[in-house]
């Protein structure tokens, strides 16, 4: 094992840089979706898109850290509006999607994929 | 209880009221017109007191610097006590050169301003009257040009439009407050692929963003889709043929939903723009004029492969005339 510490996903894709290029990718099959649409429209997309870039900079390891609550707190809204597993589900198929797109290797894929799952519980409210 | 002293009096404020609605409930009179932060017709300035940061979003930071903020969006928490002055060492004197009719529906205004304001084509400006009514209108003209031209739609009721439109002369004097907006051609990539589209008086800055890209030596195709409801919505159609004329990357296409003809198309606007412009992947594009059609143009571009930060929007917000909150639709 190696001393010095594993690099992060995030760090491995390039960082901010790959971040900004990935949420374009990944906010398009999000909006396109008419099943979670909904869950993403918002009048002011530059703010829409910088919390999607903060959430994939989250999943990948980087400098963005959510506790537990805030995920539940930012997520209760969306719950009240019939947020279920299914969105879930869809979501993190089109976050597998967009790094498979953007040429990411498998075992980075699975360890986003993870780290996304870890999530679910607090997204939900449950 | 937040409380904010205009001139000599203190004036409490309601929780969750705005500062703007606090002083015009209690007789203050403050001009504004759109009311949700965008077209800085409320701007203030706080002189002691710190204003929340959602009142000064959108602001430039030297105005932030000076404590300017917008009074509508300004919801200060309880305990805060602010003291304001208007935003009148902002306003620039000027005088109405000429007003002119460009269709039934929409007059031309051109104003001189008293000292230069520096702006770029496609910005907007508060017109702030004698008596202090403010209304906010995209700039059609280039800075280089000795007048300042605005496209004024003419509501039926409209207090500013119908002021204009019946009683103001030239020679008349107003008050300018601004430039604000992002929505404006910045120099670079002369090949690429612009789209300019907009309803209404949506043209008036895309007229000007348009001719200050082919001033700048713009070599790419410029689009320019103008939509209305009927033949008679549209304008500027001999202006903007002989442009085209005259700049073979110029492509000007005016569309209506009813009565087409051989020179004008007919359909929705997004449909006339993906018929022409299936892949916009890399354009640039500015979409200015109806709220609700510019959102929704936004996202099908953004779709459709365009990158948001490539993308420009200028959506007009109905005026609220005061004492009431019903929509006075298209202030611009």
């Given at each position: 094992?190696?001393?010095?510490?594993?690099?992060?996903?995030?760090?491995?894709?390039?960082?901010?840089?790959?971040?900004?290029?990935?949420?374009?990718?990944?906010?398009?099959?999000?909006?396109?979706?008419?099943?979670?649409?909904?869950?993403?429209?918002?009048?002011?997309?530059?703010?829409?898109?910088?919390?999607?870039?903060?959430?994939?900079?989250?999943?990948?390891?980087?400098?963005?850290?959510?506790?537990?609550?805030?995920?539940?707190?930012?997520?209760?809204?969306?719950?009240?509006?019939?947020?279920?597993?299914?969105?879930?589900?869809?979501?993190?198929?089109?976050?597998?999607?967009?790094?498979?797109?953007?040429?990411?290797?498998?075992?980075?894929?699975?360890?986003?994929?993870?780290?996304?799952?870890?999530?679910?519980?607090?997204?939900?409210?449950? | 209880?937040?409380?904010?002293?205009?001139?000599?009096?203190?004036?409490?404020?309601?929780?969750?009221?705005?500062?703007?609605?606090?002083?015009l409930?209690?007789g203050?009179?403050?001009?504004?017109?759109?009311?949700?932060?965008?077209?800085?017709?409320c701007?203030?300035?706080?002189?002691?007191?710190?204003?929340?940061?959602?009142a000064?979003?959108?602001?430039?930071?030297?105005?932030?610097?000076?404590?300017?903020?917008?009074?509508?969006?300004?919801?200060?928490?309880?305990?805060?006590?602010?003291?304001?002055?208007?935003?009148?060492?902002?306003?620039?004197?000027?005088?109405?050169?000429?007003?002119?009719?460009?269709?039934?529906?929409?007059?031309?205004?051109?104003l001189?301003?008293?000292?230069?304001?520096?702006?770029?084509?496609?910005?907007?400006?508060?017109?702030?009257?004698?008596?202090?009514?403010?209304?906010?209108y995209?700039?059609?003209?280039?800075?280089?040009?000795?007048?300042?031209?605005?496209?004024?739609?003419?509501?039926?009721?409209?207090?500013?439009?119908?002021?204009?439109?019946?009683?103001?002369?030239?020679?008349?004097?107003?008050?300018?407050?601004?430039?604000?907006?992002?929505?404006?051609?910045?120099?670079?990539?002369?090949?690429?692929?612009?789209?300019?589209?907009?309803?209404?008086?949506?043209?008036?800055?895309?007229?000007?963003?348009?001719?200050?890209?082919?001033?700048?030596?713009h070599?790419?195709?410029?689009?320019?889709?103008?939509?209305?409801?009927?033949?008679?919505?549209l304008?500027?159609?001999?202006?903007?043929?002989?442009?085209?004329?005259?700049?073979?990357?110029f492509?000007?296409?005016?569309g209506?939903?009813?009565?087409?003809?051989?020179?004008?198309?007919?359909?929705?606007?997004?449909?006339?723009?993906?018929?022409?412009?299936?892949?916009?992947?890399?354009?640039?594009?500015?979409?200015?004029?109806?709220?609700?059609?510019?959102?929704?143009l936004?996202?099908?571009?953004?779709?459709?492969?365009?990158?948001?930060?490539?993308?420009?929007?200028?959506?007009?917000?109905?005026?609220?005339?005061?004492?009431?909150?019903?929509?006075?639709?298209?202030?611009?």
């Amino acid at each position: 094992m190696s001393v010095t510490a594993e690099k992060s996903v995030y760090e491995q894709l390039g960082g901010e840089p790959a971040m900004a290029a990935a949420v374009e990718v990944f906010y398009r099959k999000v909006l396109a979706d008419d099943h979670i649409s909904h869950f993403f429209e918002d009048v002011d997309m530059e703010r829409q898109a910088a919390k999607q870039k903060a959430f994939l900079t989250m999943v990948t390891g980087g400098p963005v850290h959510y506790s537990g609550k805030d995920m539940r707190a930012g997520h209760a809204p969306l719950v009240k509006r019939g947020l279920n597993d299914s969105h879930f589900d869809a979501v993190a198929g089109h976050l597998k999607a967009t790094l498979e797109e953007l040429g990411v290797a498998a075992p980075l894929v699975a360890k986003v994929m993870t780290i996304a799952e870890s999530a679910r519980a607090d997204v939900l409210g449950r | 209880m937040a409380k904010v002293k205009h001139e000599s009096d203190w004036y409490p404020l309601e929780s969750g009221e705005s500062v703007l609605d606090a002083l015009l409930r209690q007789g203050v009179s403050i001009p504004n017109a759109c009311r949700a932060g965008a077209c800085q017709s409320c701007l203030m300035r706080a002189v002691a007191g710190t204003v929340p940061e959602a009142a000064q979003v959108g602001l430039k930071d030297t105005l932030r610097a000076q404590g300017y903020f917008l009074a509508c969006a300004c919801r200060p928490p309880e305990g805060t006590q602010l003291e304001v002055t208007g935003a009148e060492a902002l306003r620039i004197p000027a005088r109405i050169q000429a007003l002119s009719l460009l269709s039934t529906s929409v007059l031309r205004v051109r104003l001189v301003t008293d000292s230069p304001l520096a702006y770029h084509a496609g910005q907007y400006i508060s017109l702030v009257r004698e008596d202090g009514l403010a209304r906010s209108y995209s700039l059609a003209s280039l800075p280089h040009e000795d007048a300042l031209e605005l496209h004024v739609r003419l509501q039926p009721g409209g207090a500013m439009s119908g002021w204009l439109a019946h009683d103001a002369q030239p020679g008349d004097r107003l008050q300018v407050q601004g430039p604000a907006g992002s929505c404006f051609y910045v120099p670079g990539r002369p090949e690429q692929p612009l789209l300019l589209a907009g309803t209404g008086t949506g043209l008036a800055p895309l007229y000007g963003i348009v001719r200050d890209a082919l001033a700048a030596g713009h070599t790419g195709p410029i689009w320019l889709f103008h939509g209305a409801r009927t033949p008679e919505g549209l304008y500027l159609t001999s202006e903007l043929r002989a442009l085209a004329e005259q700049h073979p990357q110029f492509l000007y296409r005016p569309g209506v939903l009813e009565g087409g003809s051989r020179d004008v198309a007919e359909g929705a606007l997004d449909v006339l723009i993906r018929a022409e412009c299936p892949k916009p992947l890399g354009w640039r594009a500015w979409l200015c004029g109806d709220g609700p059609l510019v959102l929704s143009l936004r996202k099908k571009l953004f779709l459709a492969g365009l990158s948001l930060k490539d993308l420009h929007t200028d959506a007009f917000l109905p005026s609220v005339p005061s004492g009431q909150r019903t929509s006075d639709a298209g202030a611009r």
